[in-house]
Nanobody
Framework: VQLVESGGGLAQAGGSLRLSCAASGFPVDYHALGWFRQAPGKDREAVSCISTVDGSTYYTDSVKGRFTLSRDKARNTVFLQMNNLKPEDTAVYYC????????????????????WGKGTLVTVSS
């Protein structure tokens, strides 16, 4: 199992970025897949998750209405579209998967996720 994130970079406040998480070794619709982020000096926090059961999505309150998570089965990739970015979105973003479901992400149980990517840095300037 391998997860590779891409799409990070520098954006201005109010701008957009789209992160990708390319999966190999398993079909992306067979495992819940979540995004976490970690800002400098802060703990890792859950951002979003897409469920295997029905493709439903979860978003933490601070990104609701701005971030959209989607899944492309043909490309075995999950995308996190981030709009109206804010300086507080600055962090390293990680995708992770679990044999369990999105409840682990909702509970920010990042220590219980099964596989992780190496992360991609998002920097939002004011």
């Amino acid at each position: 199992v391998q997860l590779v994130e891409s799409g990070g970079g520098l954006a201005q406040a109010g701008g957009s970025l789209r992160l990708s998480c390319a999966a190999s070794g398993f079909p992306v619709d067979y495992h819940a897949l979540g995004w976490f982020r970690q800002a400098p000096g802060k703990d890792r926090e859950a951002v979003s998750c897409i469920s295997t059961v029905d493709g439903s999505t979860y978003y933490t309150d601070s990104v609701k209405g701005r971030f959209t998570l989607s899944r492309d089965k043909a490309r075995n990739t999950v995308f996190l579209q981030m709009n109206n970015l804010k300086p507080e979105d600055t962090a390293v973003y990680y995708c992770a998967t679990t044999y369990s479901e999105c409840w682990l992400v909702k509970m920010n149980q990042y220590g219980s996720m099964d596989y992780w990517g190496k992360g991609t840095l998002v920097t939002v300037s004011s």
